[in-house]
């Protein structure tokens, strides 16, 4: 037998575990039995077998003009349901009443709608990848409950329901056969209701209780809530696998959650430690889960060997931990990947492997893997299997951090022929999505446009309108709008993105300081410095409290504002915000790019205001600081000149020497960045006697300005007037000797 004794931070990591969980769960076990308990016992016998045996059925239309509408309009969001029930509501209350009347039972019609926040948010998170809009999917808006005596009154209202004109039956689910998770059973029904003469078509919900059970379930309607969630979303399978695991935590007689996961650990029991894994996870207790599952592979390891299945099995749930919510334990992760991998092919681990090293920013190591996969899955799934379609998704988005963004668009195109086939249209708008923003990238903002526009209509159908996948599409489309100049359709974009992630995170939030980070990039790119200094301050300001005031995002967008402050001749402004920078990307040495970059700004800033020796140590800082020619040359040509005002002639020759070095290497012949450092060797030569030495770059000057400009171009004129200068001189020289 293993010893766990080794695990004690386990109860510790539950000590912010409240015993909350563990009453519900206690009133939860108990109003089921409750429940199992009137049902058997106090329910008369006559009718419940036909109850039972009551058929279900879905006939609830697909198409959207047979669904809820308004005035005969399909619904497209939230408000056009609620809209819609308020026109019924009327007529479906006293029709339910006519029921209830009719088959002498009570009946229960709020007088309310349903809360419309609980309904946004079952749009946003239940419905986001349904066809048609989202919202059309809403059923319970409008709502009421008939509660019988006996099952004999059951039947009768169903069939008084069935032959009402007055209603349209279109799904009934007979939860008495299998009953509900918690053990509670009824009848829910969906009925299309139109008032005659009108064009609006309601959707409701009708649920027959049968009145003893209701009692109960009134009495546990908190238990239920707390458990709602935990249940979201789970098939039949793995709620009884849920319940299972729930049964294993309330038989062990603990007085609480810390209790229950000392004994489990200490009694060295795999099936019992399995379902305390599970629903510690359901509770987001990820650290104490992490205690359970390492306990756990300590028993199996010794008790089946380290290359059984169970074994195995729990590396990965403990691995798949990890890289979802452990990201501290990310390299760990891997290695356990690797661990399974060691021991058999297994394609969901290459998978998860290939997912967390791409969100470790090692996407070339990704790409090889997820091409395997695609192989793989190919084979065994078929080419236009979902499974292989989100393989070549993720492949794309390989591609596309790699750079490669051709091979990106293939993938994404083949994944999303695949989605649009299978109807996945969440999945669709993601694959159009990666496309755009591989055109965009390649700067083919014209042909991305489109497609970020269509993105945007798509989220805010399935999604709704205020959403935080609108938020991200409206971002996209508004930075795209900004490298096109289309500045009233970013500033809309953009403004609205911005409003939905203050009204979903709020104001200080990390999402909401990027929304102002491109806002003001947008603001700069229209020549708006001032409104884009406002909103650049606000970006520093949030990240400043949220990060810390080293954070290199704070580092961002301080560039970003020394720029506007710069434009506008708030020199002195945007010297500190560069100054700010610089400390800031000296002490991270990450980005050493940035921090030459930093340097040069900085640089070019002290020049403005006069401070030469101060623009020479950053310029001259900023070259042992990058590798790009480019920029390296710039650096070289900007030492050049600073050197001649501090009258430095050997310094500025040297510095401008290297800066031609590098342009000849980088730039075509020609080009204006030769043309520039050229020109000032030429002048240099001159002013320090060297005339052969400025009639040779002078004749290079000529020549560029010819081929560009043209002979008669009065720039051209201008330097051959100039070259005859030199060439006079050199002629008095001769002369003179």
């Known amino acids: ?122 749009v946003a998170n239940d419905y986001n990848d349904k066809p048609l809009p989202p919202a059309s999917w809403l059923f319970d808006v409008l709502r009421c409950s008939l509660l019988p005596q006996t099952p004999m009154e059951l039947l009768c209202v169903l069939d008084d329901l069935n032959s009402s004109p007055d209603f349209k039956l279109l799904r009934l689910k007979n939860r008495f056969n299998p009953p509900l998770p918690n053990g509670y059973r009824d009848l829910l029904i969906l009925a299309k209701v139109q008032p005659e003469g009108t064009e609006t078509v309601h959707i409701c919900e009708i649920q027959i209780h049968l009145a003893s059970l209701y009692s109960i379930k009134s009495n546990s309607h908190g238990h239920y809530r707390y458990f709602r969630d935990y249940f979201k979303g789970a098939d039949s399978v793995a709620v009884e696998a849920r319940l299972t695991a729930l049964r294993d935590v309330y038989q062990s007689g603990s007085e609480s959650l810390q209790d229950i996961l000392k004994r489990t650990i200490a009694a060295n029991d795999p099936d019992t430690m399995w379902s305390l894994s599970t629903v510690l996870l359901d509770l987001e207790e990820y650290r104490a889960v992490r205690s359970v599952l390492l306990a756990l592979e300590n028993v199996l390891g010794a008790s089946e060997g380290k290359s059984s299945e169970n074994y195995l099995r729990t590396v990965k749930e403990l691995a798949d931990l990890y890289t979802l919510h452990l990201p501290t334990y990310h390299h760990e992760a891997e290695e356990m990947y690797r661990k399974i991998l060691a021991v058999r092919d297994d394609m969901d681990t290459e998978e998860s492997l290939a997912n967390l090293l791409d969100n470790l920013g090692r996407p070339d190591e990704a790409k090889i893997l997820y091409e395997k996969l695609v192989d793989g899955n190919t084979k065994a799934y078929g080419a236009n299997s979902r499974k292989t379609a989100l393989t070549k998704y993720n492949l794309g988005h390989c ?46 903002y014209a042909q991305a446009l489109p497609i970020f526009r269509k993105v945007v209509d798509h989220q805010e159908r399935f999604s709704g309108k205020e959403s935080i996948h609108v938020s991200k599409a409206l971002q996209n489309l508004g930075v795209c709008c900004t490298f096109l100049e289309l500045f009233d359709e970013a500033e809309e974009c953009l403004t609205r993105a911005l409003g939905i992630k203050e009204h979903i995170f709020g104001e200080v939030h990390t999402s909401t300081a990027v929304g102002y980070q491109a806002l003001g990039k947008l603001y700069t790119s229209s020549g708006k410095a001032r409104e884009a200094i406002e909103v650049f301050q606000r970006c520093v300001d949030i990240r400043t409290e949220l990060l810390g005031e080293m954070n290199m995002d704070v580092g961002t967008a301080l560039f970003s504002l020394g720029g506007c402050q710069e434009q506008i001749g708030e020199v002195h402004e945007a010297i500190e915000s560069y100054i700010k920078v610089v400390k800031i ?71 401008f020497t290297q800066a031609l070095a590098l342009r000849r290497t980088c730039c075509p012949d020609g080009a204006p960045q030769i043309l520039h450092t050229v020109e000032q060797l030429a002048l240099l030569a001159d002013s320090t006697g060297d005339y052969k030495e400025a009639l040779c770059l002078g004749d290079e000057v000529v020549s560029i300005l010819e081929e560009a400009l043209g002979s008669e171009h009065e720039l051209t004129v201008s330097k051959k007037e100039w070259r005859d200068t030199v060439k006079a001189k050199i002629a008095s020289e001769e002369v003179s000797m």
């Open 1 to 122: 037998m293993s010893d766990n004794s080794q695990f004690p931070e386990a109860i510790d990591d539950l000590a912010t575990v409240n015993d909350t969980f563990f009453v519900h769960l206690r009133g939860f076990m108990e109003n089921k039995h409750d429940l199992q308990k009137i049902w058997a016992d106090e329910v008369p016998e006559e009718g419940k077998e036909r109850v039972m045996g009551i058929e279900a059925f879905d006939v609830v239309p697909d198409g959207e003009g047979a669904r809820t509408s308004v005035r005969g309009r399909p619904v497209e969001s939230v408000g056009d349901v609620y809209e819609s029930a308020e026109l019924v509501k009327g007529f479906f209350h006293e029709a339910v009443e006519k029921v209830g009347v009719r088959c002498g039972v009570e009946t229960k019609v709020p007088q309310e709608l349903k809360a419309r926040l609980r309904a946004e948010e079952k």
């Open 399 to 444: 591609y596309a951090k790699l750079g490669t963004y051709e091979e990106a668009k293939s993938m994404y195109k083949e994944a999303e022929e695949v989605f649009v086939s299978i109807g996945e249209s969440n999945l669709v708008t993601k694959t159009m999505e990666g496309t755009a923003i591989c055109l965009d990238y390649q700067e083919k």
């Open 585 to 655: 990307r000296e002490a991270d040495q990450t980005g050493i790019q940035d921090l030459c970059h930093s340097y040069q700004r900085l640089a070019v800033a002290y020049s403005k205001v006069g401070d030469t020796a101060s623009s020479i140590r950053y310029f001259t800082l900023s070259l042992g600081h990058t590798k790009d020619p480019i920029q390296l040359s710039q650096s070289y040509h900007n030492l050049g000149l600073l050197n001649l005002q501090v009258g430095a002639p050997d310094d500025a020759r040297d510095a």
